[in-house]
């Protein structure tokens, strides 16, 4: 809610509370390493991701977030890694990923197009 508000130090912090008083809140971690990718910290978000996705394995979001930290650091392979696994769980993350501008770096990228647009690769504009 703090984070949609456009309070993400507010937000960050109360996560942080979070996962101290309730380390298996998966949840938690995952919002977390969401604002940790806003503030670009993404060392923090990679890692505050993978305790998610290691108590939620089968939840797309963790995952999703990590790959827009892995893009946004430069990391395409992990990117592509995690974002791929995240639509085989959640396919709407495939539409979703394909506009989303912490892929920017990954726009031209053929795995990343056939990921997100299931071989309709769009023209370039």
């Known amino acids: 809610m703090l984070a949609a508000l456009d309070r993400r130090k507010e937000a960050l912090e109360a996560f942080d509370k979070s996962v ?3 380390p298996k809140h998966e949840a938690a971690w995952t919002n977390r390493g ?7 910290k993404y060392d923090e978000a990679i890692e505050s991701c993978g305790k ?3 108590l939620s ?3 797309a979001d963790p995952r999703y977030s990590r790959a827009k930290a892995y893009a ?3 990391d ?5 890694s995690d974002l791929k696994k995240a639509i085989e769980l959640q ?3 495939k539409s979703k990923a394909s506009i989303d501008p912490d892929f920017k770096s990954l726009h031209d990228n053929a795995e990343f197009k056939s990921l997100t ?8 504009r």
């Open 20 to 22: 101290v008083m309730v």
């Open 34 to 40: 969401a604002i940790l990718v806003d503030f670009g």
């Open 52 to 54: 998610a996705i290691k």
């Open 57 to 59: 394995p089968k939840w």
């Open 72 to 74: 946004m650091s430069g």
């Open 76 to 80: 395409s392979t992990n990117a592509l």
């Open 91 to 93: 396919s709407r993350l």
């Open 117 to 124: 647009h299931g071989g309709n690769i769009p023209p370039k």
